[in-house]
């Protein structure tokens, strides 16, 4: 698949027959056809968010972006729970694919009792007002899909079969659609969401291949994974904590300007993060010999990003969110953008290199400053406190990871520590 002039639109004209070459776009020239692919779903999937934005300000107002702001933080737990590593540690099995793709869907079932528990938990906790816990609960559950997403992505990957991805954005888009004409609560929105995306997640492993796997192996090749979660889980947990003071210290209106920030950023992600997970298989391998190129690329699209971060903002604040002031708070963040590319190339690169001592330190020190600055600045000064902190606390990390990332990028053995920073991360 093709992807011409950054429309984002598949070439529907196949290759002459005897043709040895074949057109690439300059998106697949960057990013390759997997990546190409990958960025297409995200951006599909960021299309939604927007989307289900938009519906919940003309449903539920404001107030109703709060509310689904702070079960956000829950979906981004359970999101990296439900994925127990198996996204770093399958590239690194010696088995086949269909192995592979059994060993996901037993991890799948096997993590859907979790998902409710959690929920429900967390929506009793931070509900203000009866009955907004089953709000929070139902949709804290989709972290379970998106979940599973990471993991049908590096399957994919692997296989060489992305494109198939596709259809999960498509599903997701159809429950929006189905919920902004239902004349329902918000509860009932969310519950016509979540069985979209449930169904988008079964019709990708209903057209994979699966093999013959013990529960014991399937078991071990998870818990393999795991040893990559704490820094998963301290990452997730630095950047929610965020999501938890906010959500406890400004009132719902205030929130869902913070989420409507939060998505855009996120959107604003999409390109970097789609260029260093179709690359991950190969920064496995040859972490030396695609690491300088890659973080030059991503450097450049990175101010190109903010660019367009600017002008959407600036268009969405005024024409779309009617929110004063948004376009002040989105020129804030796009600061930020060439920070999270970098940190999260580098946060990549290490675990691509087997550096987990040094990534669970990294994502140690994100926790602590993390939330000290951002509890502090927040406290001052409200809303603009969270933007404040955001822009700060990305770029502060970018220079922590750089320091310990440096010796993969420049070819030189990284070593850390012992256990498995021992790794001589593939670059002598």
């Given at each position: 698949m093709s992807i011409p002039f950054l429309r984002f639109v598949p070439s529907m004209f196949p290759t002459p027959a005897g043709s040895a070459t074949r057109w690439s776009s300059p998106i697949d020239s960057v990013m390759g056809r997997d990546g190409a692919s990958l960025l297409l779903s995200r951006v599909l999937q960021m299309a939604n968010g927007f989307a289900l934005s938009l519906v919940l300000i003309k449903k539920f107002g404001l107030a109703g972006v709060g509310t689904y702001t702070v079960a956000a933080v829950a979906t981004s737990a359970l999101s990296m729970l439900?994925?127990?590593?198996?996204?770093?540690?399958?590239?690194?099995?010696?088995?086949?694919?269909?192995?592979?793709?059994?060993?996901?869907?037993?991890?799948?079932?096997?993590?859907?009792?979790?998902?409710?528990?959690?929920?429900?938990?967390?929506?009793?906790?931070?509900?203000?007002?009866?009955?907004?816990?089953?709000?929070?609960?139902?949709?804290?559950?989709?972290?379970?899909?998106?979940?599973?997403?990471?993991?049908?992505?590096?399957?994919?990957?692997?296989?060489?079969?992305?494109?198939?991805?596709?259809?999960?954005?498509?599903?997701?888009?159809?429950?929006?659609v189905m919920g902004l004409f239902h004349n329902g609560s918000m509860a009932q929105f969310a519950v016509i969401l979540l069985i979209a995306r449930a169904m988008g997640n079964i019709a990708v492993f209903a057209g994979m291949k699966y093999g013959r796997v013990s529960v014991s192996s399937a078991v071990r090749y998870g818990v393999s994974g795991l040893k990559y979660s704490p820094m998963d889980?301290?990452?997730?947990?630095?950047?929610?904590?965020?999501?938890?003071?906010?959500?406890?210290?400004?009132?719902?209106?205030?929130?869902?300007?913070?989420?409507?920030?939060?998505?855009?950023?996120?959107?604003?992600?999409?390109?970097?993060?789609?260029?260093?997970?179709?690359?991950?298989?190969?920064?496995?391998?040859?972490?030396?010999a695609l690491s300088r190129h890659l973080r030059q690329s991503l450097f450049?699209?990175?101010?190109?990003?903010?660019?367009?971060?600017?002008?959407?903002?600036?268009?969405?604040?005024?024409?779309?969110?009617?929110?004063?002031?948004?376009?002040?708070?989105?020129?804030?963040?796009?600061?930020?953008?060439?920070?999270?590319y970098l940190t999260n190339f580098y946060d990549q690169l290490l675990r691509a290199a087997g550096c987990i001592r040094a990534g669970t330190q990294l994502a140690t020190a994100k926790l602590v400053g993390g939330v000290f600055v951002f509890w502090m600045l927040v406290s001052a000064l409200g809303l603009w406190g969270c933007i404040l902190a955001s822009v700060l606390i990305s770029v502060a990390l970018t220079f922590l990871y750089r320091q310990r990332a440096l010796p993969i990028v420049n070819g030189r053995s990284l070593r850390l520590g012992g256990g498995q920073d021992g790794v001589r991360a593939g670059v002598e």
């Open positions: 439900c994925s127990v590593g198996l996204p770093y540690s399958l590239p690194r099995e010696s088995i086949r694919d269909p192995e592979r793709n059994s060993v996901a869907g037993l991890w799948a079932v096997l993590l859907l009792p979790l998902v409710g528990v959690v929920a429900i938990a967390f929506g009793c906790l931070m509900a203000r007002r009866p009955g907004e816990w089953i709000e929070i609960a139902l949709f804290a559950c989709g972290g379970y899909f998106l979940g599973q997403i990471n993991v049908l992505n590096t399957l994919l990957l692997l296989q060489r079969c992305i494109d198939r991805m596709l259809i999960v954005p498509l599903f997701t888009f159809a429950g929006i889980v301290l990452a997730m947990v630095s950047e929610q904590a965020a999501g938890l003071i906010a959500a406890g210290s400004l009132p719902r209106t205030d929130l869902g300007q913070y989420g409507l920030c939060q998505q855009l950023l996120g959107a604003a992600d999409t390109p970097g993060w789609a260029m260093v997970q179709s690359r991950y298989p190969e920064l496995v391998r040859t972490p030396l450049r699209i990175s101010f190109l990003v903010a660019a367009l971060l600017l002008g959407v903002g600036a268009v969405l604040g005024r024409y779309v969110y009617n929110v004063p002031g948004f376009f002040a708070m989105m020129a804030f963040l796009a600061l930020s953008i060439p920070s999270r």
